[in-house]
């Protein structure tokens, strides 16, 4: 269920709205609305109609306070009490590690924690080669052949995806989880016209009939905002443009109203104009559904338009990850700053593009400790040897780097945990 919308919906409006079984009668709902309010009387000592009240907030007076209100109200908790970090979330991914078949096996991501909120839109950034597409398809469960997840935990909507059956995620590829690839050209089947491939998806998940599913892939092409949307169901791939091409490719990812959408580099094969576009489309899609958005890129200005939090990879590990604030703001890993220092500027117009040395270690070539080790200037006799772990750094920031941890303990006051840490989940 959404939370209410900032001064739109007070707490109590949202929480009637919920239909509660108790409250189906009208004097069951006035009993209902006087116990909230007695409950906020109590718990935050003072009306609050008139303001939003998150459960948080109740959650956060006094113990013995909150005790005396709840013992009084039998019920009441059902909606008083914060959901659990687990109820939250939509995507929990907890040390994934996938290898690749060979001689001998090649780890190609590992020891990935991160975690996706119903709304929210992570952006994965790195360059090419860091996993993160490997990561989208493994989520997916379109991981190429002679790979396999080997070690990990993917949990969707608190059901543990790693447990199922081929079938059971074939079920939720398309329904729940929808996908949008870089290049909409080679993605789209090229003998079948844009109608035959969006009514596909509906007949096959949804059951819809021949009619109904022309009428929905109208609505769907008229929501991505493409033209003509009759015409179009008619025309083959090959007589649209990219920018088209990628719209429709949003229309069939949206067709079955999936909860999480991965978009892989969804603008890379696109001009610049028709990028805001369709970064608009996906704001607007996220702010209207609720609709959670893994954002893959290598490009961070694009991340940064439109993602709530970012997780930066690197040769197969997140080694930095935060908010956007906190890794614009305060970038900790070498690598992250490095990324943000090639961002093009017209302010640097006469300055050489920044470039970071060197390039990602093949996966033959990663060695025991930090896989930037090559390319970093703070790098450390400790760094070749020992492998770094994802340190909190205080809010919602992350890094795997000895150098940045030292300097994240020092510069926020704070004592990092020792283990690795999902953002997100605590
Ligand atoms: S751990 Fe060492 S080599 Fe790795 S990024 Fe940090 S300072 Fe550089």
Redesign the pocket.
Known sequence: MQKPEANKQTWMEYERNKQLPFAKEENEQELYDSTVQRLLKQTVGGNRQDTIVKPNELWGAPHIQQEQAFSDLNYVDQFAQPASAAEELLLDIRGLEVQLQAKKPLTVIDSIDLTVKQGEIIGIVGESGCGKSVLSLSIMGLLADGMHIQDGEIWYQSRPMHQFTAEQVRRLRGKELAMIFQDPLTSLNPSLTIGQQLTEMLRRHLRFEKQQANREAIRLLQRVELPRPEALLKAYPHQLSGGMRQRVMIAIALSCGPKLLIADEPTTALDVTIQADILDLLRQIRDEDQTSILLVSHDLGVIAELCDRIAVMYAGQI?EQGTVDELFDSPK???TEGLLKSIPSPAKKHERLYAIPGVVPALHERGEG?R??SR?H???D??LKHQ?ALIGLGGQHAV?????EQEGRISNGVSAPATSTAIGRN
Do not use: T
């Not at 795997?400 to 940045?404: E, G, L, S, Y």
């Open positions: 080694v890993h070498p690598y930090c930037f080790y970093c703070l790098a450390s400790i760094c770094p795997r780097c000895f150098a940045a």
